[in-house]
């Protein structure tokens, strides 16, 4: 008879890869360099920027879809929203409502004010609008936010891998790397759309065997909910509308669609992406379909952390010492239950770097397009050659993609990695969906306003995140977590006569009542970061428009209609005519079509290569 399964909260060991593990492991980044190496070749004699940054512009809905799914529901989600389920409550599952509301947005707002200019940048469309300084400062401050996220992204993986398999932590960072520069500088765009679409295969595979598997040590699904519902930790009904706590509906619902709308809305990865359909109702399309993959993956990720609570329930490994941080709690789960299966934890480790790849090369190639498009042809060379921009584009991931992992160091001291992320899309992102968004909806608003709403905006969010760091306001509560079951004679020391083992540990930090004032910075810096994005927005609307109005603003007649959305028209078409007239605030809307026709790509090719003054005109 086969001997009992030992755990390692039973052993204090962890298990380790095998042959077949790395094997797998393997096997992934040799298929995703290949992709990119195909690419490379088959594309060597046509190429050029469009084939490199838009792949050509003729993809199909599909692979798009998967693509943006790919690139932002990295790693960090992987590894921390189970994690989230564990210490915390269910609460955060409304945040995947939140997602429909940001795909909404995103797909019918934004997507096709970008897709009707055909712009390679999305902060193109900021001169036109804005003038080239508010072009110039958003580029700044988008490459300092994607290099900070990836190197977070690059992080996340390399520390699961040396958690579950005892590999060299920067040994990790660095393979991983070297490997997503490789096919993303050589393969382009292509390559990056179809290597994510490789890679959430694996991403999928990998969350749905740990699933089902870790749900059969435990006894099944339905029991592992039980545990969570009688432990306290199945809560949907937290409706406090106090914006520093964590997490409530609103919170998860209106601040994470807000946070998401930042990177589906106003990331230049994703437009770029969306731009890369041949047609606006295919961009669309990749956008809605994306929208149930998100809710698969993420409601995946948290049943997986219900199931891991329900494992370790009579001994929490972060406080037995088996694990550093909350971000290792999935690779121990992974050992422990499929660490006997040889194989099965190289899928896991492949599933967590495909998310890390997948956002990886997404980056590195948005910041190849805006560096080229707003920096390159802006200041540098603006009449540079077909070759010479490819060659600039490639040298642009290369040089990034090697920084990144030089801030690797900085991403490991930024504590748990998914609120780390969102927080960084709040201070940065928040501030750049705002000056879209002041752009798109509101014709009165003029460059001056834009300007020092931005630049004032990206300090004021700034400020609150290092407020939170320096001041540290409580946490929210962490769940109850048992030590009843831990094996303690492997930490004790033996000759303590009057050791007794804990039978439960309880944190008991404040909540947000107990600790909030109302002394205005104690609350400021204690705000939730799911809101960080939308008190960007919105200080950022508000300054600029007051701005705009006490320097005058612009005549929405003046405004191209290209460079706005009739959002009454999008969103309440069943309404009478008379009454939507008046909602589009004087702006001239019957140029704009929904598909935009040849004759109009080429008069927008030469748009864009013009300077646009601050009312959206052609100089």
């Known amino acids: 008879m086969e001997d009992e399964r030992k755990y390692s909260f039973q052993t204090g060991e962890r298990n380790t890869f095998g042959i077949v593990d790395y094997v797998l492991f393997g ?27 838009l792949a050509g512009g003729n993809m199909s809905a599909i692979p798009v879809a998967l693509s943006l799914l790919a690139s932002f529901m990295s790693a960090i989600t992987l590894l ?28 019918h707002i934004y997507i096709p004010v970008f897709y009707r200019l055909r712009v390679t940048s999305a902060y193109q469309y900021l001169e036109m609008r804005f003038g080239s300084a508010t072009r110039s400062l958003i580029s700044i401050v988008y490459v300092i936010q994607m290099v900070l996220y990836m190197s977070i992204v690059l992080y996340a993986p390399s520390l699961a891998m040396n958690a579950v398999t005892g590999f060299t932590l920067w040994g990790s960072v660095w393979a991983v790397g070297l490997v997503c520069i490789f096919y993303t500088t050589i393969g382009g765009m292509k390559a990056v759309l179809w290597t994510d679409t490789f890679q959430v295969g694996v991403m999928l595979a990998g969350l749905i065997t740990i699933l089902i598997q870790g749900s059969i040590e435990v006894g099944g699904f339905a029991k592992a909910w039980q545990i969570s519902y ?7 009904d937290d409706f406090n509308p106090d914006p520093i706590v964590r997490h409530s509906v609103w919170s998860c619902v209106f601040g994470g669609a807000i946070t998401w709308l930042a990177v589906y809305g106003a990331n230049q990865a994703q437009i770029q992406r969306a731009i890369t359909c041949p047609t606006l109702r295919k961009a669309q399309m990749a956008y809605w379909f994306n929208f149930p993959g998100l809710c698969v993956i993420l409601y995946l990720c948290c049943f997986i952390g219900t199931v891991a609570y329900a494992f370790y329930r009579t001994c929490d490994p972060k406080t037995f010492g088996l694990i550093n941080a909350s971000d290792q709690l999935l690779p121990l789960f992974v050992m422990d239950v499929l660490g006997k299966m040889p194989g099965i934890p190289g899928i896991f480790v492949s599933c967590i770097f495909s998310g890390a790849l997948s956002t990886l090369s997404s980056g590195l190639n948005s910041i190849a397009a805006v560096l080229l498009e707003d920096v390159v042809k802006v200041f540098c060379v603006a009449d540079i050659s077909e070759q010479r921009a490819t060659n600039a584009s490639k040298l642009i991931a290369l040089v990034a993609g090697f920084i990144c992992l030089g801030l690797t160091y900085v991403a490991s001291m930024l504590g748990g990695v998914l609120q780390a992320a969102l927080a960084l899309f709040g201070m940065l992102g928040g501030p750049i969906l705002g000056v879209f968004t002041l752009g798109i909806l509101f014709p009165w608003a003029n460059q001056k306003g834009a300007l020092t709403a931005v630049s004032s905006g990206v300090i004021f969010m700034l400020w609150i995140g290092v407020g939170y760091q320096v001041h540290k306001p409580p946490v929210a509560p962490f769940s109850a977590t048992s030590l009843v079951g831990c094996n303690w004679n492997l930490t004790r020391d033996m000759s303590d006569t009057n050791f007794t083992e804990p039978l439960v540990e309880i944190v008991t930090n404040a909540t947000a009542t107990e600790y909030s004032t109302w002394d205005p910075f104690v609350r400021l810096y204690s705000l939730s970061y799911l809101w960080y994005s939308a008190t960007a ?13 006490a320097t005058g603003k612009t005549d929405p007649k003046s405004v191209d209609p290209r460079l706005m959305c009739p959002i009454f028209d999008v969103f309440l078409p069943f309404l009478p005519e008379k ?4 909602l589009r605030f004087g702006v001239d809307y019957s140029k704009t079509k929904e598909e935009t026709t040849e004759a109009d790509r080429e008069e927008m090719e030469v748009f864009v290569d013009k300077t646009g003054n601050s009312n959206g005109k052609p100089s």
């Open 27 to 53: 096997l992934l980044l040799c298929v995703s360099a290949s992709i990119g190496l195909f690419y490379a070749i088959k594309d060597r004699k046509k190429q050029n920027v469009k084939d490199f940054l």
């Open 80 to 107: 921390g929203t189970p994690a989230e389920m564990y210490n915390f409550t269910t609460i955060y599952y409304w945040i995947g409502l939140g997602y429909f509301f940001t795909i909404g947005a995103a797909a």
């Open 230 to 236: 009688d432990s306290g930790r199945i809560v949907f």
């Open 537 to 549: 927005m919105l200080y950022v609307i508000c300054v600029g428009l007051i701005v705009s109005f």
């Open 579 to 582: 009454v939507r007239k008046p």
